[in-house]
């Protein structure tokens, strides 16, 4: 390999993350930003000027395709497998098997479907799911939190336990007493294990981290504290680690991420070099401003495109007229030169899928769920449908016992895992439903047959198709048209999204989204929605009001990205007045006129232009009602719940200063 073709094509930014010498560097780097090719390249080039062992490189990832690319990118610039590239638990389980080897030791039994070994423990109780219980399991132990911590972490993390905290601390000890009893591992023990060793036997240890002394781990936002233990249990004392992530888009906190390790790594160790690659070559300007909008930031990322089509937002009826709709935009979008694949359908839950997979069906659009059948693949819909195609059963009674699930009692209390496993069983209801009413003689089997038939559109992988995908699954992944369906409050942010944390990651899961397109980005939102045999009225995600404005901002012809300008000059111009800034509206208002200096300051601080914190409205709007606590500013217009975790102790503080 020649190192100076390796650093060719390379901006200054990824140039120096390639070559700086020394560690431990951090890379944070934006959507779009080359991540992955700055990564491979820095592997590459220290292999060719002889800094770094081929054979002693540990690249890390989060799953076995995503080191599998890699390999076959560093292939690609010429270097022989000898790079170890592989998952946590992966190269985890393969250090444990050398060590047990070694030491003539039977390899325990890997415990790899919880679910039922739980649900044994657990014994018989009403409406918990043992698979709720082995996911707050794997929670509690990705963020190293033990029986004795539970409560207070879980209260701490704004948790809904599947059950009471004392009962789930007491199971969680009862299993891990009957697995050491049966010499059972999970996946998280492996981890553990791995630890284990190296911190017992400091010969051990010391070949371990000879054999990986070259440190590289993607995603780094992702990474879990049992993760990040095993990872400083591997690096030891060496400097000759590389971390590469972008703090905007962690969202598996809810699965135990802590994006703050890679948010704090500088300030843990001030040694650490950190490099920004902020240079997009994905996303129009026009995408990029609005992406940076809803972040509700002025910093973000810098466009390498030409300019674009503004972004559209639109609304719709009710969710089937949104899922028409968006299928006449891609028939719309679709040409000879573009294929189907080149477009892509995003939603925030599994559920939504399935009445966009219709419409695309019936418009004659070939659509392909990434990652396979979306709610009608996952394990509770498919339970139901056994039950409902039977033959001889009253589908009339099965599916009003079905809806009476899935509503519900009043009040209870309802883990996130169920309010989706609801929402999967409340789109099967849904097509119950409509089964029924076009069969004057409905059966079990005649619904697994109509079923069937909607199932028959199926595309498979190697086929032309547009992409039908969740936020999450859409991660990594880019489209040349985008259109992000059903922005409405309860989908965006979900509706069990409630501390300040959980907020920001929603806000972030939505950043996500936008930033999955290339050249056309489509918003939509529906003022009626089914779930199940419920039709519910809908309002708007409280972000497409900060959206909106940003694209009225590019209507009316004002430059992408050029939101930090206008603020400086608007600024200098006001600097050079000698006259102060006359308020032109409800200047007799001490209150209004408080309000607004708050947001100008708050805009300056967050480098926007003031209308993405509040418009003049809905400051009139808390200026009238002088709210005295959080409850009565969030029935306020304008105030979202995103809005109202950021700002909602500023502004009532200012409300109360200045009435």
Excluded at 284 to 293: E, F, G, M, Y
Excluded at 302 to 311: C, I, L, S
Excluded at 465 to 486: D, I
């Amino acid at each position: 390999m020649d190192p100076e073709s390796l650093l060719a094509g390379l901006n200054e930014a990824q140039r120096r993350a390639v070559t700086t010498d020394g560690g431990p560097l951090v890379v944070l780097a934006g959507a779009g930003s080359g991540k992955t090719r700055v990564l491979t390249r820095r592997i590459a080039y220290r292999i060719a000027i002889d800094q770094t062992d081929p054979r002693r490189v540990l690249a890390l990832t989060f799953t076995r395709k995503a080191a599998g690319e890699l390999r076959d990118r560093l292939r690609s610039l010429g270097l022989r497998d000898d790079v170890v590239a592989g998952t946590f638990h992966g190269v985890a389980l393969t250090q444990l098997r050398q060590r047990w080897s070694e030491r003539g030791i039977d390899p325990p039994q890997l415990l790899d479907r919880k679910v039922g070994f739980i649900a044994r423990l657990m014994g018989r109780q009403a409406g918990v799911d043992p698979l709720d219980v082995v996911s707050e399991m794997e929670w509690a132990r990705a963020r190293l939190v033990d029986g004795a911590t539970y409560a207070e972490a879980a209260r701490a993390a704004g948790r809904t336990p599947p059950l009471e905290p004392k009962a789930m601390a007491a199971l969680m000890e009862a299993y891990a007493q009957e697995k050491r009893r049966r010499r059972l591992v999970d996946f998280d023990d492996l981890l553990a294990l791995a630890i284990r060793d190296i911190r017992s036997d400091p010969d051990y240890a010391a070949a371990v981290r000879w054999r990986h002394r070259h440190l590289y781990v993607d995603e780094f936002q992702d990474v879990n504290p049992l993760q990040y233990e095993l990872l400083s249990a591997w690096r030891g004392n060496t400097p000759d680690l590389f971390i590469v992530g972008d703090p905007n888009q962690a969202i598996y906190g809810w699965n135990g991420a802590d994006p703050a390790l890679l948010a704090r790594f500088a300030k843990r160790e001030p040694g650490a070099e950190v490099v920004e690659l902020l240079d997009n070559y994905r996303s129009t300007p026009q995408i990029l401003t609005l992406a940076r909008a809803a972040l509700g930031t002025g910093k973000g990322l810098e466009p390498h495109r030409g300019d674009g089509a503004v972004p559209e937002i639109r609304s719709y009826a009710n969710d089937v007229a949104e899922a028409d709709g968006i299928a006449e935009a891609i028939r719309h979008a679709n040409s000879v030169t573009r294929p189907w694949r080149d477009q892509a359908v995003l939603v925030r839950t599994n559920a939504q899928l399935v009445v966009v997979e219709q419409a695309l069906t019936a418009a004659g659009i070939p659509a392909r769920i990434k990652g396979g059948a979306g709610p009608l693949g996952t394990p509770e819909v498919k339970t139901e449908l056994r039950v409902l195609t039977q033959p001889g059963r009253d589908l009339q009674y099965l599916i009003g016992e079905l809806d009476s699930a899935i509503e519900g009692e009043a009040g209870e209390q309802l883990t996130q895992a169920e309010i989706e496993r609801r929402s999967n069983l409340a789109a099967l209801s849904r097509l119950v439903h409509e089964y029924l009413s076009v069969d004057p003689a409905p059966t079990g089997p005649g619904l697994g047959a109509w079923i069937g038939t909607l199932r028959s559109g199926e595309v498979a992988a190697d086929r032309d198709a547009v992409e039908l995908a969740t936020f999450h699954g859409a991660k990594g992944l880019e489209w040349p048209v985008v259109h992000v369906a059903g922005l409405e409050q309860g989908l965006v942010p979900i509706g069990y999204a409630k501390t300040g944390a959980q907020l920001d990651e929603e806000t972030r899961l939505l950043y996500v989204a936008i930033t999955r397109a290339e050249s056309e980005l489509y918003l939509s939102w529906a003022a009626e929605r089914t779930f199940g045999n419920k039709t519910v009225r809908r309002q708007p995600s409280p972000h497409l009001g900060n959206l909106q404005s940003v694209i009225d901002h590019l209507r009316a012809g004002h430059r992408p990205m050029d939101w930090k300008a206008q603020v400086s000059q608007g600024r200098a111009a006001l600097s050079k007045s000698k006259k102060r800034p006359v308020i032109e509206a409800d200047t007799d208002d001490p209150v209004f006129v408080a309000l607004r200096a708050w947001r100008r300051t708050r805009a300056k601080a967050a480098d926007v232009p003031a209308y993405v914190i509040f418009n003049d409205q809905t400051l009139r709007a808390v200026a009238a009602a002088k709210p005295a606590n959080r409850s009565q500013l969030g029935r306020l217009p304008g105030i979202g719940p995103v809005k109202l975790e950021r700002y909602a102790d500023e502004l009532l503080e200012v409300v109360a200063s200045a009435s």
